[in-house]
Structure formats: structure tokens, C-alpha cells
């Protein structure tokens, strides 16, 4: 009985990942436009980091950071929160001392998504809010979908 429940939980998991839906199509240079706070949106980029990746639960669920920028090697860029796991549309954990080998993000079909190569489209949550004098404002998506 308890083998069917944790199969049940377990498939009921993969299909809700698998299943998410995909955002209102946005230009990448309009996305972080306050207007924008909290609304589901899918912008296209290419995902990269700066070298490290800071993970955390900040949010109710575990998801590490990276970046989403217009073109590869491009400055204009958007944070991205990508749920950590081990299926479609989410991060591998990354042990302390990892190399940027060992990042393997995929998409919503459970590819392997190559960072600063391959063109994604990012369906989630934006939040964005100005900033305060001469600090910048925030502009960040809370990713459930990744698609190519």
C-alpha cells in the first residue's frame, strides 16, 4: 500500500512538472517593466551564471539562481529561480565545490539545457519593484517552465 501511494506521488509530481503552462509571450527588453509585477510570463534568453550559483528555500520551495540574458555573453540579463530536482524544468543539486560541468538544468521535456548555448523560452512568475535612490530595482522571475 505504501509502495502505490509513494508511485502515485511520485508520477502525480512528474505529470504536474511536465504540465505546467506557458506565460503571455514577452520582448526580453520590455519584461522587467513595473507594470509587469506578478504577472506569468514566458520571455527568451540564455541562461548563464556568474561564475557561482546561490541555492536557497527562501521562497517555500529550494531553487538556485541564475541569470537569463537577451544573447550569449550579453550584460542584459534577468534573474531566474530555478527549482532544484531531478525532472523536467528544474536544477541538479549542486554539491559544495561543483564545477560549471556539473550544472545540469533541463526542460520542460527533461532535456539538458546548454548555458550560454541553447535558446530557451522561461514560463513564471515576475516581480519587479524600483529601486530606492541610486540603488537599481529588482527584476526576477520564479521559473516553472523551460521550454526550447
Known amino acids: 500500500m505504501l509502495k502505490q501511494f509513494i508511485f502515485i506521488a511520485a508520477a502525480a509530481a512528474f505529470l504536474a512538472a511536465c504540465n505546467t503552462q506557458k506565460g503571455t509571450p514577452v520582448e526580453f527588453s ?3 517593466d513595473m507594470g509587469n509585477d506578478g504577472k506569468y510570463f514566458e520571455i527568451p534568453g540564455y541562461v548563464a551564471d556568474d561564475g557561482s550559483v546561490f541555492c536557497s ?3 517555500g520551495r529550494m531553487e538556485c ?3 537569463l540574458v537577451d544573447s550569449p555573453g550579453s550584460r542584459n540579463s534577468i534573474k531566474v529561480d530555478i527549482a532544484e530536482g ?3 524544468n528544474s536544477v541538479t543539486k549542486l554539491e559544495s565545490g561543483y564545477k ?4 545540469k538544468i533541463r526542460d520542460n521535456g527533461g532535456g539538458e539545457v546548454a548555458l ?3 535558446q530557451v523560452k522561461m514560463s513564471g512568475k515576475l516581480s519587479v519593484a524600483p529601486g ?3 540603488s537599481p530595482g529588482v527584476c526576477f522571475m ?4 523551460i521550454d526550447r
Not at 520564479?142 to 517552465?145: A, E, P
Open 30 to 32: 520590455k519584461a522587467c
Open 57 to 59: 528555500n527562501i521562497g
Open 65 to 67: 539562481g541564475f541569470k
Open 86 to 88: 531531478s525532472g523536467a
Open 100 to 103: 560549471k560541468s556539473d550544472i
Open 116 to 118: 550560454e548555448k541553447d
Open 132 to 134: 530606492a535612490g541610486t
Open 142 to 145: 520564479q521559473v516553472d517552465r
